[in-house]
């Protein structure tokens, strides 16, 4: 993005010179760098006393000031939810919405308004709106897949299939923790603007925010579900894997049963005391009894349907 770029408010977000917005006060949109960011708020009459630095800007919120309006959103790559976010400032009065951004990404989302959009921002609640549903387009698709992620998932857990499922699992429980807090801090930022403390909107336009705060009400719900959905198949691996153990610990428990007896018989006549029966002939007795209650041992098993 270059220095400064100026879109007037209308039907069609056209280009425009900065000072011809500022002197003829034209409604319009703002894009600049960190760096012009003061110098485009005075002009504006937007005094700003804080911190004008992206990298400290960690979620989305909301601030009335007396005279403008200041909010921050940081925004996920759908890509990599886990990577860094997209970091934008944005600044709002009666006439300009001044937009900080040291990437081309809220320069992006409004050529992409300007492509799919009829009404592009006849008003600062249209604009708003638009440009918070654009970054927000392929949040339910993204979704949908964690969905499908975990339900391919689930039929390879009822399939025996465990192998590596803690390693798969536990990075989408993390992306969805993460995109939970996410739609919180939106549906509050629509809240937060459908206040409108300090009446830079118009009242029957508010409507705006309201559907901007139930679409990420909407997607934390769905966050949510998929969280809960996660857990249950977390649990279910969890009962596959105990029942496998089970199963293990059961065949042990048989193979020791089965042996038992024989481990007696086997210290019995190995201390080989001079009267012990067997000792001259081989102990061929023995070899049958020992053989005997193999058979009916593994007789038990079978009826009790423990084999």
Partial sequence: MVKNVVFALGEQLLDMELEKAIVEKIPSVILTRTQNCREILKKTAMQYEGDVNLNEIYFCQVETQQEYLYGAFSIVHLEDILAKRYSIMFFL??????????????????????????????????????????????????????????????????????????????????????????????????????????????????????????????????????????????????????????????????????????????GWFGMNFKNMPELENGYTAIKILSICIVIVCIIIFKKKKIL
């Fill in 93 to 266: 009065n009666e006439n300009y919405i001044v937009i900080v951004d040291d990437s081309d990404f809220s320069l992006h989302l409004i050529h992409s308004i300007q492509k799919n959009k009829i009404h592009q921002g006849e008003t600062k609640e249209q604009f708003l709106y638009n440009f918070i549903s654009e970054f927000l387009s392929r949040d339910m698709i993204q979704l949908e897949e964690f969905e499908r992620s975990i339900m391919k998932l689930e039929e390879e857990v009822t399939q025996g299939k465990t192998e590596h499922f803690q390693s798969r699992l536990m990075p989408v429980r993390k992306k969805l923790l993460l995109l939970r807090g996410y739609y919180d801090q939106l549906a509050d930022v629509g809240k937060e603007l459908e206040e409108n403390e300090n009446g830079f909107f118009t009242k029957k336009r508010l409507k705006y925010f309201g559907t901007v705060a139930d679409r990420a009400d909407r997607m934390m719900n769905k966050t949510i579900y998929l969280l809960e959905y996660a857990q249950q198949v977390r649990d279910l691996y969890q009962s596959e894997v105990d029942a496998k153990q089970n199963r293990n610990m059961q065949f042990l428990t048989v193979i020791s049963t089965v042996f038992f007896p024989l481990t007696v018989i086997t």
